[in-house]
């Protein structure tokens, strides 16, 4: 099976503009959660979706959105780019089966805000 | 809310050598999953090895292996005959059983073998 892709891989953005990233699940899994990468803050949830719902949000502001197609593909939206929206950001998805708990990571968006 | 403490920051050892990371973490859950991940210098996340909370029998996963102390809320990593393939940032990680696959994370330890 394919691993989860995440794409654009890298991009540049300056503050103020917007941006939305995307990540395309294993084949059958349902879940995908993200995650922001930072040096300062470590590994940090920003939320989860199943069957295109969001079942929990991490605490992070209201630009930070995101969304489930009816093929589990998601995308992550930021708004109003801030410089400290510059990170690693992190999807992973996770099967239904008796291994639900295990989550596989794609590589990673790199987002620079300038 | 959990949280996971690993309490080393880097360390470095010599090929074939065996090295342990240490993780700790705070939860009123009873049943729950802990992870290692391991993230090379090319940033792919994957998983090392799993535990439940539930299971006294510590994980094995090849040369890792996990020694596991509910009771001290302790989750280590033991690696066996390391290589220089086993260079790369270790996360530790806490899921609770109930609600959304919500992984919390450790602040990582940045493990270098050296030849």
């Known amino acids: 099976k394919a691993g989860v892709t995440q794409t654009p891989r890298y991009l540049i953005k300056t503050r103020g503009q917007q941006v939305t990233l995307s990540c395309s699940p294993i084949s059958g899994h349902r879940s995908v959660s993200w995650y922001q990468q930072t040096p300062g803050q470590g590994l940090q949830f920003l939320f989860e979706y199943f069957s295109e719902t969001q079942r929990n949000k991490g605490n992070f502001p209201g630009r930070f959105s995101g969304r489930q197609f009816s093929n589990s593909r998601s995308e992550m939206n930021v708004s109003t780019l801030e410089l400290g929206d510059s990170a690693l950001y992190l999807c992973a998805s996770s099967s239904t089966g008796p291994s639900s708990y295990e989550q596989y990571f794609g590589p990673g968006t790199r987002l620079t805000v300038t | 809310a959990q949280t996971v403490t690993q309490s080393q920051p880097e360390m470095s050892v010599q090929e074939a050598e065996t090295v342990t990371l240490s993780c700790t973490y705070d939860?009123?859950?009873?049943?729950?999953?802990l992870f290692w991940y391991k993230q090379p210098p090319s940033r792919q996340m994957i998983l090392v090895i799993r535990?439940?909370?539930?299971?006294?029998q510590n994980a094995t996963e090849n040369r890792f292996s996990v020694n596991f102390q509910k009771a001290a809320k302790s989750f280590s990593l033991k690696i066996s005959d390391s290589q220089l393939g086993d260079t790369a940032m270790y996360f530790c990680?806490?899921?609770?059983?109930?609600?959304?696959?919500?992984?919390?994370f450790g602040q990582g330890t940045r493990l270098t073998i050296n030849p």
């Open positions: 939860t009123s859950e009873n049943n729950y999953y």
């Open positions: 535990q439940e909370a539930y299971k006294q």
């Open positions: 990680a806490f899921m609770r059983i109930q609600g959304a696959q919500k992984l919390v």
